[in-house]
Nanobody, 122 residues
Framework: QVQLVESGGGLVQAGGSLRLSCAAS????????MGWFRQAPGNQRELVAT???????NYAVSVKGRFTISRDTAKNTVYLQMNSLKPDDTAVYYC????????????????WGQGTQVTVSS
């Protein structure tokens, strides 16, 4: 089984910074895409940022310029550097990975972390 373990969440003041980490472990042949989603109370889960195998990145408009996603391919780890945090960033942040578990099958699967709480106070 593939497991995603998130860390780095917490409580910060508006304008502060946090760095989230997510390490994928288990049966992994290759990781295609890793990213972060978030869900605030009363809201739908939304994409925050993704990084592909080739290094391409995508960001939600609401975090563009403030958040930076990066990856360490050797560690199957993705990071989310969050700067200039706003109260609207308060949410549970979920790590997501699309990967291939077996090179023989080549089929991709999607996995989710359990989420880490980010709370930004004003």
């Amino acid at each position: 089984q593939v497991q995603l373990v998130e860390s780095g969440g917490g409580l910060v003041q508006a304008g502060g910074s946090l760095r989230l980490s997510c390490a994928a472990s288990g049966r992994i042949f290759v990781v295609n895409t890793m990213g972060w989603f978030r869900q605030a109370p009363g809201n739908q889960r939304e994409l925050v940022a993704t990084v592909t195998r080739s290094g391409g990145t995508n960001y939600a408009v609401s975090v563009k310029g403030r958040f930076t996603i990066s990856r360490d391919t050797a560690k199957n780890t993705v990071y989310l550097q969050m700067n200039s945090l706003k109260p609207d960033d308060t949410a549970v942040y979920y790590c997501n990975a699309e990967l291939v578990e077996s090179g023989w099958s080549g089929r991709s699967t999607t996995h989710w972390g359990q989420g880490t709480q980010v709370t930004v106070s004003s």
